[in-house]
């Protein structure tokens, strides 16, 4: 069954779209945790690194590029930012469908919450 995000990509469904070419599409998240939260989807279903191939390499290095240019787009790229894959329980994935979390637009903290 296609994930939400296929369904986004297939503009079978609403959302902020900010990018998209003939391999990726970037769309705001709809619960930002930063004034910047942008979300980088292969247009490819591939559910999570986990099932990443070489066949891919050339997406996923596509992925980086896009940030990079959308972290301009959305002047925070002199400040900094942050990019998050999650895969898997552990992570927290929600949607199975891979995606660079793009964040920025204040100081982010940490990079893990501290478990003491
Ligand atoms: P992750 O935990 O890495 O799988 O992150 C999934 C993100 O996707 C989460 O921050 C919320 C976002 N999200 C979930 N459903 C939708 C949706 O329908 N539209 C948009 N724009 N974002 C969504």
């Given at each position: 069954m296609s994930s939400i995000f296929a369904r986004i990509i297939a503009g079978?469904?609403?959302?902020?779209?900010?990018?998209?070419?003939?391999r990726v599409t970037a769309f705001r998240?709809?619960?930002?945790?930063a004034p910047v939260h942008i979300l980088i989807v292969p247009n490819k279903e591939i559910p999570s690194v986990n099932e990443v191939t070489e066949a891919d390499e050339a997406v996923l290095g596509h992925m980086l590029v896009v940030a990079k240019q959308l972290a301009q787009?959305?002047?925070?790229h002199k400040n900094g930012y942050r990019l998050i894959v999650n895969c898997g329980d552990h992570?927290?994935?929600e949607v199975y469908h891979l995606h660079i979390h793009l964040l920025g637009g204040r100081a982010l903290g940490p990079m893990l919450q501290r478990r003491d």
């Open positions: 079978e469904a609403p959302a902020d779209i900010v990018y998209q070419d003939d998240d709809i619960n930002p945790q787009q959305e002047d925070i992570a927290g994935q």
